[in-house]
């Protein structure tokens, strides 16, 4: 069992059957829904869990209350993933209080029938006393929905940070921390970079010994990294130095120039080149993957006089992400009417302090002696870039 505190202690579940996370993303590993009880004189709930483990919860929240009721139930996020077991929670206790801000209360209907429920409304580093435990309230709008609020607990220094800090992957899964939190991050956050910034700063503030997300590992040593980590991430720069080819290939010679120009530039002493097929490879890993380096290679057919759709749809991910502050080179292939770069750009010069290296590489069905060449040309530009 995960231990936070002797008063603060986990109820989440790890969720290892699910499909895909939020109707979209793989999780080879799962996910955990995090939920917390603090244990005082009155007695708090952080969230609940997916209804796709309520039971589970519930006899982990029995098992903590050892036969007491609990005061409060705090919702620092209300989508399903957190809010999905409140309707359960309040048929078990209906004298619970809920805590929430203006925006949890405006929506909540949506979800729960809490006409008539008791209502405690969070402000701006509001408080409320649990006895020697205090919980502070922190809005945090759009650290992923609106409602999104953290909470402070000042006595242990511990901050509840809804999905900020999150991470794929069961809390009983042995990997590092960053590659899946920055998969989680750019995939599900990756949007708000400006409130995640707003959110820091209220954080830097606050004396933090712990922090509890919503999803993955609780932390509680060198918080610096991890804040650091979501410091760069929300900025929008670059995390590593290297290079993102991304390609997206019909009949497989665009697959050839994309791994041919990997090639030259290892040669030429990147050392940092990664590849994705966007036809068949992870497309959260993609964007990911866009995000973490500095330079990026759009390599694509042309198709229908536009571009495959498989890049299309890596570039309408990126622009909904805020991709931005990068460089990025153009490879394109097309027979008759080569299209795709025309669109690539298109979609590029609609995102912020994006560099288009210059000339673009146009394959003409197979690849060549001369395309060799220009992409051999391409990979120096690239390197001095
Ligand atoms: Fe983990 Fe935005 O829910």
Not at 39 to 54: F, G, Q
Not at 271 to 293: P, Q, S
Not at 353 to 375: A, D, F, G, H
Request: glycine share 6%; net charge negative.
């Amino acid at each position: 069992m995960v231990k936070i505190t002797n008063n603060i202690k986990y109820i989440g579940v790890d969720d290892k059957d699910i499909d895909l996370f939020e109707g979209q993303y793989e999780v080879p590993n799962g996910i955990s829904y995090n939920s917390y009880i603090i244990l005082d004189e009155k007695i708090a709930i952080m969230d609940t869990v997916d209804m796709r483990r309520s039971e589970e919860w519930l006899s982990n929240l029995q098992r903590e209350l050892n036969g007491r009721k609990p005061d409060y139930l705090v919702i620092s996020h209300l989508e399903p993933d957190h809010g999905g077991t409140i309707g359960k929670l309040l048929q078990a206790y209906p004298d619970i209080t809920l805590v929430g801000n203006a925006k949890t209360f405006s929506m909540l209907p949506n979800f729960f029938d809490v006409e008539g429920q008791e209502k405690l409304e969070a402000a701006e580093a509001g408080t409320l006393s649990l006895g020697e435990h205090t919980l502070q309230f922190f809005m945090a709008p759009m650290v992923h929905w609106p409602e999104v609020m953290v909470t402070y607990e000042q006595k242990e220094k511990v901050l509840f940070s809804a999905d900020g800090f999150g991470k794929f992957g069961a809390l009983d899964t042995e990997e590092e921390w960053t590659c899946e939190a920055r998969r989680y991050y750019f995939n599900i956050v990756g949007k708000y970079g400006a409130p995640v910034q707003a959110l820091l700063k209220k954080a830097a503030a606050l004396d933090i010994a712990v922090i509890c997300p919503l999803h993955g590992p609780i932390l509680k040593e060198n918080l610096g990294f991890y804040i650091d980590k979501y410091n760069t991430w929300s900025s929008y720069q670059p995390e590593d130095k290297g290079v993102f080819i991304a390609y997206a290939s019909i009949h497989g010679n665009t697959a050839g120039a994309a791994h041919f120009l990997q090639e030259q530039l290892l040669q030429l002493g990147e050392e940092k080149v990664a590849i994705t097929d966007l036809a068949r490879d992870d497309m959260a890993e993609a964007v990911e993957d866009a995000f973490r380096y500095d330079r990026i290679v759009l390599a694509a057919s042309s198709y229908d006089a536009g571009l495959f759709p498989p890049m299309e749809d890596f570039l309408l991910h990126l622009k909904a992400k805020m991709y931005q502050k990068r460089t990025v080179a153009l490879v394109e292939n097309g027979s008759w009417a080569p299209s795709a770069a025309k669109k690539m750009r298109e979609y590029l010069e609609s995102m912020k302090e994006i560099t288009v290296l210059e000339p673009v590489v146009t394959i003409r069905s197979t690849v060549k002696k001369e395309t060799k060449e220009q992409l051999q040309a391409l990979a120096e530009t690239i390197r001095q870039a």
